[in-house]
């Protein structure tokens, strides 16, 4: 099985999320994407009472894709959502053909480093980036990204659009009564307004 994780805090999915998802399948031919909401991610402080929102949320967002599947697997085990840790667990379930591929944003791509075990992770993955920047930020970053792959993080660039959506955006636009229904599917839509959600 050509796999793919694409990982994120979710908070909550959009429609951004989902075309990185439509592209990634288009261009690599994945059989599947396991899209993989942190529970608790190490480099983010997030309440923990969302965590199981978030899941939900992304679980309505690709109900009608059927290359798109939601693991709990970092809901479930607990501690720190450690991606080693998920890749790790991952290939014992799953069997994979070569090695399991992982959708980065370019500007998180840039801190590959800084992550738990990112020495054993780095042979475990191949990286597929998106660009989470405008194209005159994209190329101060080649260097960085050139330096990285000279250190064995294998990466393919993915030929999509920048689509400038961000969660923040959308959880700011709640605050503020701001419409967001051209940002999220309608079920996420829905289900943030029965809940609640970032009304704060």
Sequence with gaps: MKLCLFQ????????????VCEYAKKQFKFDKILVIPAANPPHKTLDRDLAYHRLQMAELAVQDKEYLEV????????????????????????????????????????????????DKLKDM??????????????????????????KGYNYKMMNMPFYDISSTQIRNNITNSIPIKTLVPKEVEKYIDKYGLYRY
Excluded: M
Excluded at 8 to 19: D, E, R, S, V, W
Excluded at 100 to 118: L, R
Excluded at 125 to 150: G, P, Y
């Design 8 to 19: 994120g805090t979710f908070n909550p999915i959009h429609n951004a999320h989902l075309k």
């Design 71 to 118: 693991s709990d697997i970092e809901y479930l085990r607990g501690g720190k959502s450690y991606t080693y840790l998920t890749v790790k667990e991952l290939y014992d379930i799953y069997d994979v053909e070569g090695k399991i591929n992982f959708i980065i944003g370019t500007d998180a791509f840039k801190n590959i480093e800084t992550w738990y075990e990112s």
């Design 125 to 150: 993955l191949e990286f597929i980036l998106f660009v989470r920047e405008d194209e005159k930020q994209l190329e101060q970053d080649k260097i960085c990204l050139q330096n990285l792959k000279e």
